[in-house]
């Protein structure tokens, strides 16, 4: 893979700025991280010292803008040839591969040896397997190779719960599996949803997407699956005493919402109405996480002050 192939008409004399590093943290993709760890370590049994867990969410915010780095360096030649990624510093010719590497290098070994000599050691493998598995596992294997790439490599995402509640409690418990699951599951309508409307992107490219390999009418039905399996496991934490009566009542709204979203994507099948469907879910995808795990958040702070 050569990336000054695919951006070599760029100048890369020119000095990368602050804005461009942080892009290359996948910003996005690491608030949703933050605040699910987060989420985690408050619910979490026991308490940690104020200044131990800022460190701890720092740890693990570098830690996945990390994992964002090291993908983009590995994905430039294939993101600059979609129209979703072209404007990803790499492919604009604003940072260069060696400085992707170099960067996400860096930000993954400081955030891991900072997680565990200063909190504790679980978390701190916890985070070194989620760069690990987000590199080797999703990005250099499953990604080019098998419409499985979302559903396997989706275990990455959903490590930052676990690195939370360990932060804390400095091990794994049923409570922190159960949120691994939850966004494990969430995962794949959430990408396949985004796939059906750019589906074209990567069939260009070459990855193996759900909707190139399978087809669309195949896509929309295994969405529909996993959308009836996420929405009752996300129900679960009130059963386990993690979550209280607004969790509940939370979980089953929005699930309702999600799986008549997910209905609608299986049975909208033509013209643009199918792309609007399917953006819908998306979006709400992302809302319905953010909900679920602001909720829990706030029982926990609320106990945590009653108490």
């Known amino acids: 893979m050569s990336v000054q192939s695919e951006i070599g008409q760029f100048d890369l004399t020119a000095e990368p700025s602050v804005g461009d590093f942080v892009q290359l943290m996948k910003p996005r993709v690491m608030a949703l991280v933050v605040f699910t760890a987060l989420a985690a370590m408050l619910a979490a049994p026991g308490s940690i010292n104020p200044i131990i867990g800022v460190i701890a969410m720092v740890s693990i915010a570098i830690g996945a803008g990390a994992s964002g780095a090291l993908n983009m360096w590995y994905d430039a030649d294939i993101d600059a040839r979609m129209a979703r990624t072209a404007a990803r510093p790499l492919p604009r010719g604003k940072v260069s591969g060696d400085e992707a590497l170099s960067f996400g290098t860096v930000l993954s070994l400081g955030s891991v040896v900072t997680l565990g000599v200063i909190v504790n050691w679980v978390a701190g493998a916890l985070l070194a397997l989620t760069i690990a598995y987000y590199l080797f596992v999703y990005t250099m294997w499953l990604k080019r190779k098998t419409p499985q790439n979302i559903v396997i490599g989706g275990a990455a995402g959903a490590f930052p719960p676990m690195i939370g509640w360990a932060a804390v409690t400095g091990d794994v418990s049923i409570n922190s599996i159960l949120l691994f699951l939850i966004i494990f599951m969430w995962t794949p309508p959430h990408f396949w949803?985004?796939?059906?409307?750019?589906?074209?992107?990567?069939?260009?490219?070459?990855?193996?997407?759900?909707?190139?390999?399978?087809?669309?009418?195949?896509?929309?039905?295994?969405?529909?699956?996993?959308?009836?399996?996420?929405?009752?496991?996300?129900?679960?934490?009130?059963?386990?005493?993690?979550?209280?009566?607004?969790?509940?009542?939370?979980?089953?709204?929005?699930?309702?919402?999600?799986?008549?979203?997910?209905?609608?994507?299986?049975?909208?099948?033509e013209g643009r109405e199918a792309d609007t469907a399917a953006r819908r879910l998306f979006w709400f995808s992302i809302l319905y996480l953010y909900v679920l795990f602001a909720v829990l958040l706030v029982e926990a702070t609320v106990h945590r002050i009653l108490a």
Do not use: K, W
């Open 193 to 269: 949803a985004l796939s059906l409307y750019r589906c074209r992107d990567y069939e260009r490219v070459g990855v193996p997407m759900l909707p190139v390999v399978a087809g669309l009418p195949e896509t929309r039905r295994q969405i529909l699956i996993y959308s009836v399996l996420l929405v009752p496991l996300a129900i679960a934490p009130y059963f386990t005493g993690l979550g209280g009566i607004a969790y509940l009542v939370s979980s089953v709204v929005l699930g309702a919402v999600f799986l008549a979203l997910a209905v609608n994507v299986y049975f909208t099948t």
